[in-house]
């Protein structure tokens, strides 16, 4: 970025949006790691390899509730042939066998308890005659076997799922509610993962309410920072909302100072050719900054750069446009992929799909266009409906939408039954895969 000083810092470039993402991740990299517990790591990215300290299960245990016996003690029982055995004892679930099955006896045996010693199979209750014993009130000291069963039946052998040693987890994963399960079922209550980015959202502008605010003629409610800080949230980060900067130097620097202890910094609106010029200006001063013309549509115009912080980190930051439905756009394309990155992720794309599109997208200008749609399937066909006028002031747009429809830059229109591919921002319940 290093060509990009002051007298050169108004020089739009045309980026594709590739050639700008490519940028942007060049300047952000995985944080580092932190010990925390697993409950509070979920979909982050492990920073070790997680090794078994135990056989899993640590004995054979049962599969059954029912007799652990010797196998040959039932050699040719059948319902018309019963062997009858004693009952020398019980094994609860949890519990240490504390006896030797001797030949020629059961020992009652819950699942999951380990197989006392001796033992080299179990016979299921409902092959015995217990049922009708317990029943009839007869004595539950000798137990009737219907069944032969051949050694290791409804046994689960020591180890059969983890060995002391084995890894069970790499690094590089990342934790969903199972990995989280498996970490338990190690006994771990710390993971070593790569840490949240925080990630600083500031808006500018004088017109700007804060919601709660009393309504005031001629200001409008900032849209922005709501739904910037909660997609950073939802794609790993830690939102810090930095509130409003006023249009004048003053504010504008305070507001960027307080940003620069984050891993990464969002504005909106200031980036554009018509914007007062502070914004800019308070950006130059504390680091390098370009300002793109990026090739879509919404979000056109962008600026990224890096600014010093006051610790001598280099804190990147992604100016996004003012429109709301051009921040959020220009959010899932740029600023997703960064934080992502951050958390150790290595796959930054949204999940696609083609469908058949309802409506016609007409592309007047050679950008890309991220129409929002809302995708629906239908006998087996995804189908895309565009949300109503897409103009990038009009919000309710987006949150009508569930992806983002794309016509590619040097096609002009995209007819109504013409095959396209959508970016799903979301993957409702309605939708069936």
């Known amino acids: 970025m290093a060509e990009h000083h002051h007298h050169s810092s108004h020089r739009e470039d045309m980026l594709s949006v590739e050639a700008a993402l490519d940028r942007i991740l ?6 580092d790691a932190v010990d925390q517990h697993p409950l509070e790591s979920l979909g982050q990215t492990l920073a070790e390899d997680v090794t078994s300290p135990l056989d899993l299960p640590p004995m054979d245990n049962s599969a059954m509730d029912g007799f652990a016996v010797r196998s040959t003690d039932t050699v040719n029982a059948s ?6 055995l004693p009952v020398i004892g019980y094994v609860a679930a949890g519990s240490i066998p504390d006896l030797f099955l001797q030949p020629g006896t059961a020992i009652r045996i ?4 380990p197989i006392p010693p ?9 092959d015995t005659d217990e049922i009708q014993r317990k029943a009839s009130g007869a004595s539950l000291g000798q137990v009737a076997f219907m069944q032969e069963v051949p050694s290791g039946t409804n046994l689960r052998p020591a180890g059969e799922d983890l060995r002391v040693g084995d890894i069970v987890l790499h690094r590089g994963t990342i934790l969903r509610s199972a990995e989280i399960g498996v970490l338990a079922s190690v006994g771990r ?13 500031l808006s500018t502008g004088d017109e700007l309410l804060l919601p709660g605010q009393p309504p005031n003629s001629g200001k ?6 709501f739904g910037i800080a ?8 830690i939102p810090k909302l930095l509130g409003i900067a006023r249009d004048n130097f003053q504010d504008t620097s305070l507001k960027l100072e307080e940003g620069l202890s984050a891993d990464l910094l969002i504005t909106s609106a200031g980036v554009s050719k018509g914007d007062y010029d502070f914004v800019k200006d308070v950006l130059m001063q504390r680091g390098e900054i370009a300002f793109w013309s990026v090739r879509m549509r919404p979000a056109r115009p962008l600026a990224f750069g890096t600014l010093h912080a006051p610790d001598g980190r280099q804190v990147p930051h992604i100016g996004l446009p003012g429109n709301p439905v051009s921040a959020l756009v220009a959010f899932e394309q740029f600023c997703r992929p960064a934080i992502l990155k951050m958390l150790g992720r290595t796959n930054f794309t949204k999940p ?7 409506d016609a997208i007409h592309n007047f200008d050679s950008r890309r266009v991220y129409a929002r749609a809302v995708v629906t399937k239908e006998t087996g066909i995804y189908y895309a409906s565009l949300t109503g006028p897409q103009g990038s002031n009009i919000l309710t747009s987006m949150s009508k939408a569930n992806g983002l429809a794309i016509c590619p830059d040097d096609v002009g229109e995209m007819p109504v039954g013409s095959t396209v591919e959508v970016q799903m921002l979301d993957w409702p319940e309605g939708i069936a895969l």
Request: aromatic content about 6%; overall charge negative.
């Open 26 to 31: 060049g300047y952000v990299s995985p944080l």
């Open 79 to 84: 319902a018309d042939n019963p062997v009858e």
């Open 110 to 113: 819950m699942t999951g308890a």
């Open 118 to 126: 001796g033992a080299d199979a179990v016979v299921p209750f409902e």
């Open 189 to 201: 209550d710390r993971a070593s993962v790569l840490r949240r980015p925080i990630v600083a959202v």
């Open 220 to 225: 409008i409610y900032d849209a922005n920072s």
């Open 230 to 237: 909660s997609a950073v949230q939802r794609y790993g980060g």
């Open 352 to 358: 696609t799909i083609q469908a058949v599109l309802r």
